[in-house]
């Protein structure tokens, strides 16, 4: 039996992965094509987060965890987040806070194509110089985790199609 997209629509929803790999980008365009809402996680970060990031220091994980459980409780309704969510410990914190099933979908690039975009993209808080700290810091979801992964190396229709793909399974 095919999930239809009204269904799909009803589910939570992590896009996660690295400052780079176009969880905005991909998270409005696949809200619109299942028809739910799409929030941004950055949006979620204390002021103290988005300065310290913003001079170019990387978040420890105690200036994570606060943030972690309100992106959590951000998803007690359906829809989709965008949210690095890069340690399995930190996807745990966000489930733990949701209220029901989240399903993580791991946006996975190459440190060259995501410095690349990084690179491109102009006023976001995040310095590409930080990349190499979210990769150092990047546990990829394992298979007992609920997730999928999708490739990004390729046109955002693309990425969306796959992701309906996989979560209809």
Same mark, same amino acid.
């Given at each position: 039996m095919t999930t239809s997209a009204?269904? #799909?629509a009803q589910g939570?929803?992590?896009l996660m992965g690295v400052a780079g790999c176009g969880?905005?980008?991909v998270g409005v365009a696949l809200a619109k094509a299942i028809g739910t809402k799409y929030l941004d996680g950055d949006d979620l970060h204390p002021a103290t987060n988005i300065a310290k990031m913003g001079r170019g220091e990387a978040l420890t994980d105690a200036d994570r965890w606060p943030w972690l459980a309100k992106?959590?409780?951000a998803l007690a309704n359906p829809g989709? #987040?965008?949210c690095s969510a890069l340690r399995k410990s930190y996807r745990n914190r966000i489930a733990e806070h949701a209220g029901g099933p989240v399903c993580f979908i791991y946006l996975?690039?190459?440190p060259e194509?995501?410095?690349t975009r990084m690179a491109a993209r102009s006023g976001h808080f995040m310095p590409p110089s930080l990349l190499e700290s979210q990769f150092a810091t990047l546990e990829p979801p394992t298979a007992e985790e609920p997730a999928i992964?999708?490739?990004i190396d390729q046109p955002i229709p693309l990425i969306i199609a796959e992701i309906i793909e996989k979560l209809r399974g």
């Open positions: 009204s269904e #799909l939570r929803y992590v969880k905005s980008s992106v959590g409780t989709i #987040l965008g996975a690039g190459s194509v995501i410095a992964k999708v490739g």
